[in-house]
DNA sequence: CGAGACGTTGACCTCCTTCAAGAGAAGTGG
DNA sequence: CCACTTCTCTTGAAGGAGGTCAACGTCTCG
């Protein structure tokens, strides 16, 4: 079964049947969440990390007088997050944005699957690498661009990891989320959120053509508006190192 | 030997003599840098992480005309980046603030290390999942915090880390970096740090004693400024996992 | 002593926030 | 089927936090 997870593995290395059998079966049987319910708050204690299989979760932190930011937007095939098995508690919230279909992975799943297969432990390791960088964009973003930038580096962001799970196409993509989530994850408020999609839609960027639905409208001057897209592609593994790990 | 790298180990896992002994053969011969030299510019190939001996390095990220951030600021004991056994092509620059001392590391080092000592395998995995947790502390001041608070957050981070290889007392620290890299990290004009920093001090918070040198004068106000100084601390590795890797 | 780097302060301006009100869309109950 | 609420988005107007520009002070080093 092609799952979110699986699609994105088999962009960074090759995956034999017996490795998609494997990742299928990481986490054991799936849970459901309804919308806007928390899967954790901050300060609890973790003792697994959350694969999304279907829907969208939001994982943010909050200050005591309620600004939010929103940390990432965790899509399906995200791993939330993998360094619970050394940390045991969480500094962030993780929130249900829509109905969530997901699984509990815990350490002896990811070491069974790595003791396997090196080659889908390097992956994996690369997904994570992945994440860090789309964080410290991610920062870049927030700390230094304008509000028309910001937000269309979100936009961007969002389109193309929805791509590499194949929940995005050439055109757009669904985006089943409040424009308040854009503007914690922007450290902008709602109302400039909306004034500079707006702008976005005048200047023949980007366009809302249903509810939920948004459509790229000049994916050339979208990426140079955002500049730092680069980083955001996931690339196969270096070839020497996965004929390091065949041996 | 008791290097910034072991003292920070220290505070995850109990560290044997042999544990020492490997610690600081990672990475081979010490290297020297001048100040202001960079060691990585954004987009180049990396084939070993850094970890630094002694002194202060920026890595930092620029946009096309000039606007800087920086992601986080290396000091003694920080080993940066390893996700680079992965990711060959770095997305940031790497610059010497002051004198350098470092060596590089690769991953048969640390592989080599792991495969002696699971338990030091662990703490290295904590270690970085503790800068994951900062990044994401930098990414909520940044994001959700006014000048003034983001100033204090960054003193309190560099504090805190320097406290834990032992380069800061419950005084204070040195600081030997300009102004301009406070601002670029907090997402400020340098102007503006200027103020914000006059108004610490004005407020009684922080003092700047020597041209390098800062005192913190009031820890408890600073810390509820601060509010996400949680997540900066480095606790033990939790005794359950420590158990289970002794096997 | 002069040059250059760095920090400080003031004045002005701009981008974004806040406050407020209205428009749509979607669900609810009579 | 239509009034009613509710939620989200949109737009306008006013205010403020921080940026930019510019000048000056201070320290270090040649």
Known sequence: MLTPLVLKLARVIELGEADITALNALGGAPRRCPAGQSLVEAGERMNAAFLVHAGWAVRHCSLEDGRRLVLDIVLPGDICDPTVFVRPRADFSLQALTPLSYSLVRSENILELVNRSPRLGAALWWIEAHEEAITRAHLVAV?????????????????????LVGLADDKGFELPCGQDVIADAAGLSYVHVSRTLRRLDRE?????????????????????????????????????????LRR
């Open 204 to 244: 023949g960027l980007v366009r809302r053509h249903s509810p939920h639905g948004w459509r790229i409208l000049d994916a050339r001057r979208l990426r140079e508006l955002v500049q730092i897209a680069d980083g955001l592609r996931l690339s196969p593994l270096p070839r020497r190192i996965q004929q390091r």
């Open 143 to 163: 700390g230094r661009m304008s509000a028309y930038e910001r937000v269309a580096y979100l936009l961007w962001e969002l389109w193309t990891r929805l791509g």
